[in-house]
């Protein structure tokens, strides 16, 4: 079946604690992105990544890092979370036709 | 810039009535359109795109929407609504292939039973 998977779906941490939260694609697609969901906002992009090795910024990449080593994995990475990055994110690739389920990230 | 406007937070239809969902865009060059819809605890599903050709395009769970130029508008449509399509709704444009999707700050749908 056909999938992005995300883990964790959710998530509390503290202020500081470094963290990651994976993401996955069994579709071999190169295309893959990372968003931010806000109550009013929409979904705004962090991150997106057009092959292996290649990442780009989106509208909101501060405070955040990506890796894109091999095609199936695009792991996103809070070095030093903040509350103001509590949020709900989602992953998508291959043109974002599929999304991770989310994860719900609560930083106290 | 590119941008991408849906006018109304919240959309309240009678079940059995036809349902438009609004989208609006401004881009420099042709947009790839799309449209998704996050049912409450779950993330977001696709419903379909416009890239080029007709411009009603028909999608997922019998939405369909229709692209006009002129209008620069991609409203999402539907002739009989079900209480199950109540959810939220975002629209999105990307200009080409390798630009970033820019997403509307949702619509939410409520099906009246």
């Known amino acids: 079946e056909a999938q992005v998977t995300q883990n964790p779906r959710y998530l509390i941490t503290v202020t500081g604690k470094k963290l990651t939260v994976t993401c996955s694609q069994n579709?071999?697609?190169?295309?893959m992105s990372w968003y931010r969901q806000d109550p009013g906002l929409g979904l705004r992009q962090i991150y997106y990544?057009?092959?292996?090795?290649?990442?780009d910024k989106g509208d909101v990449p501060e405070g955040y890092k990506v890796s894109r080593k091999e095609k199936r994995n695009f792991p996103l990475i809070l070095e030093s979370p903040s509350p103001n990055q509590t949020s709900l994110y989602f992953c998508a690739s291959m043109s974002e036709a599929f999304f991770g389920q989310g994860t719900r990230l609560t930083v106290v | 810039a590119q941008s991408v406007a849906q006018p109304e937070d919240q959309v309240n239809v009678a079940e059995g009535n036809p349902l438009t969902v609004k989208c609006t865009y401004s881009v420099s060059g042709n947009p790839y359109l799309f449209w998704y819809v996050q049912y409450p605890n779950r993330g977001l599903q696709f419903l379909l795109k416009y890239i080029t050709g007709d411009n009603l395009v028909k999608g997922s769970y019998g939405f369909e929407a229709e692209f006009n130029k002129s209008q620069t508008s991609f409203h999402l449509k539907k002739p009989s609504a079900l209480v199950s399509d109540s959810a939220l709704y975002f629209c999105?444009?990307?200009?080409?292939?390798?630009?970033?999707?820019?997403f509307g700050k949702g619509t939410r749908l409520h099906i009246l039973p």
């Open positions: 990544s057009m092959n292996v090795e290649v990442t």
């Open positions: 579709m071999n697609h190169e295309y």
């Open positions: 999105a444009v990307r200009v080409n292939r390798d630009d970033k999707i820019i």
